[in-house]
């Protein structure tokens, strides 16, 4: 039976687009069977990522009863299947909690992974999508605007009942006026269980429409996004890093 877990943020941008379709790949790699699914339905971008900017059936679709599941599923070349949203303006809606729990219900017994990419924020679309989860994964950004934000969230995921399995910290540059990692920990008092650098690889694979994973994958982000994939199955893994960054790291 799959795991259905929500990649949520209290604020917008953070990177939960980007960590979902890098999830995907990474848990891919590993042989696990995902299916990664857009359920930010007023600005939907997943499909952006992955390669397609309009697909003939989507989410959307689905929960207007126009259209099946498996008619609105696609397949990355890597692997793993998505179900996109539409990016028009008028089919921009706001889910029901039931509406996307009946979706999410009906893969369960064929996947090992659903990954939610969720809406900020706490409004109906993003609660309705964490409530219809088992699990969350919190991301944030190293700075008090966005772990504020990711505070509230995180209170919010409690009252919906989604195990929160912790925090990935995104866009950290190691200067001096974001958080550090452990007073982020006590500050949201969850464990962070993946730390993503700024990398200009990000933009550069989004623009692509590539997860960095499969565009670089010997970039030091996506060794950094299989270690969260690992972390979500319980699998040691030592990421193996860039020659340059482990270098700078002697250096320092
Ligand atoms: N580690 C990173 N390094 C550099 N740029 C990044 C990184 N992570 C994300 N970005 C950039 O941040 C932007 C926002 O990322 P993304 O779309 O994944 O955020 P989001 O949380 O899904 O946004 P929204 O709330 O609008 O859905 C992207 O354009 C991406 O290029
Ligand atoms: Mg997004």
């Known amino acids: ?27 891919t790699e590993f042989g696990q069977n995902v299916i990664a699914i857009d359920a930010n339905l007023t600005t939907s971008n997943l499909g952006l990522h992955l390669g397609v900017p309009v697909y003939n059936v989507t989410l959307q679709d689905v929960i207007s009863n126009r259209a099946r599941v498996k008619d609105a599923m696609y397949y990355h070349h890597s692997g793993f299947r998505f179900i996109p949203a539409d990016v028009s ?6 889910p029901r909690l039931n509406e996307l729990s009946d979706v999410f219900f009906s ?16 409004g109906r679309e993003a609660t309705s999508a964490i409530g219809a989860s088992d699990e969350i994964v919190t991301i944030t950004n190293p700075d008090m605007p966005a772990l ?34 452990d007073e982020i920990e006590k500050f949201l008092d969850l464990p962070v269980i993946g730390k993503v650098h700024e990398d200009r690889n990000i933009p550069v694979s989004i623009s692509k429409k590539e997860p960095v994973v ?10 950094e996004f299989r270690g969260i994939a690992a972390y979500l199955i319980g699998r040691e893994y030592e990421p193996r890093l860039p020659f340059v960054t482990r270098l700078f790291g002697w250096l320092r």
Do not use: W
């Open 214 to 223: 499969c565009y670089n994958p010997k970039s030091r982000v996506a060794e």
């Open 89 to 94: 303006i008028s089919k921009i809606m706001t």
């Open 148 to 181: 504020t934000d990711a505070l509230k969230l995180t209170r919010v995921a409690e009252e919906l009942e989604a195990k929160n399995l912790g925090v990935v910290v995104n866009r950290i540059r190691k200067e001096q006026h974001e958080m550090p990692i």
């Open 107 to 122: 893969l369960v017994y064929d996947a090992d992974f659903i990954l939610i990419d969720s809406a900020a924020g706490l």
């Open 1 to 27: 039976m799959a795991r259905i877990v929500c990649i949520a943020s209290g604020k917008g941008g953070v990177g939960k687009t980007t960590l979902v379709a890098n999830l995907a790949t990474a848990l």
